[in-house]
Nanobody, 121 residues
Framework: HVQLQASGGGLVQAGGSLRLSCVAS????????MGWYRQAPGKERELVAS???????NYADSVKGRFTISRDYAKNTVYLQMSSLKPEDTAVYYC???????????????WGQGTQVTVSS
């Protein structure tokens, strides 16, 4: 059993910063990639940023230059540093992982619970 636990959301004023964390735990052999998605009310879930095992990061155009994704391999944790936040960044943020379990079974789409980010204008 594998679990992703996200934290760090909250209410912040426009222009402010937040740091999200997501810890993967359980029967993990190796994590290939981790990422953050978000879903605003009435909209589809979208990729915000992802990071592979080579530390190559990928960002949505809307967050480039403002958000930074990083990983702590020893802690099976992914972070999302969000700066210069805008009201349109308001959404529920979900972490995601592509990993192999200790049974060497690939689980390409493991989701954590969401964490709410609200940016006031």
């Amino acid at each position: 059993h594998v679990q992703l636990q996200a934290s760090g959301g909250g209410l912040v004023q426009a222009g402010g910063s937040l740091r999200l964390s997501c810890v993967a735990s359980g029967s993990i052999f190796v994590i290939n990639s981790m990422g953050w998605y978000r879903q605003a009310p009435g909209k589809e879930r979208e990729l915000v940023a992802s990071i592979g095992s080579n530390d190559r990061a990928n960002y949505a155009d809307s967050v480039k230059g403002r958000f930074t994704i990083s990983r702590d391999y020893a802690k099976n944790t992914v972070y999302l540093q969000m700066s210069s936040l805008k009201p349109e960044d308001t959404a529920v943020y979900y972490c995601n992982a592509d990993l192999y379990t200790v049974a060497r079974v690939r689980a390409p789409d493991v989701w954590g619970q969401g964490t709410q980010v609200t940016v006031s204008s």
